[in-house]
């Protein structure tokens, strides 16, 4: 039997590393707007979602929203949108990307205080779906068809 990479390279699959850490979370190295950040990957996540703190470093626009973020812990957060970005994970690329912002100190603070480090964001199921994701978790790492 081939083997999972073999298998999903051969189907048009994009292979992109991911880093398992002390909270087990698993990290990944994305752009946003041409920008590099580090950001969770989050099945359990509806939305990709990026700090408030990062609007100006992702150079994003943003708009009022009236929907109310939850997770980890906290809820009822004010968000604000941002339409129309462009997102690249290793090779994989797609535009017009909606962005959930709101502010991510509480999921930052609990990072820290597990002993890693910050995150910019948060890569949710809107992108996974999007790219038809599968996350190998024994060779940590994750698939995106191109």
Not at 93 to 112: C, E, P, R, S, Y
Request: charged share 25%; hydrophobic share 45%; proline share 1%.
């Amino acid at each position: 039997m081939a083997s999972l990479k073999k298998f999903l390279t051969s189907k048009s699959y994009i292979r992109i590393p991911l880093v398992f850490t002390e909270t087990n979370h698993f990290e990944i190295i994305a752009k946003i707007n041409g920008i590099s950040g580090k950001f969770i990957l989050d099945t359990g996540a509806s939305n990709t979602c990026v700090g408030m703190d990062k609007i100006d470093f992702f150079r994003m626009a943003s708009e009022a929203t009236d929907i109310k973020a939850a997770g980890a812990g906290a809820t009822e957060m004010e968000t604000l949108i941002s339409s129309k970005n462009k997102i690249q994970i290793g090779d994989w690329k797609k535009g017009k990307l909606k962005i959930v912002l709101f502010d991510l100190v509480h999921v930052n603070q609990a990072l820290v205080s597990h002993k890693a480090l910050p995150v910019d964001g948060i890569i949710g199921a809107d992108v996974l779906k999007k790219g038809k994701a599968v996350i190998d978790y024994n060779k940590k790492c994750l698939y995106l068809k191109k």
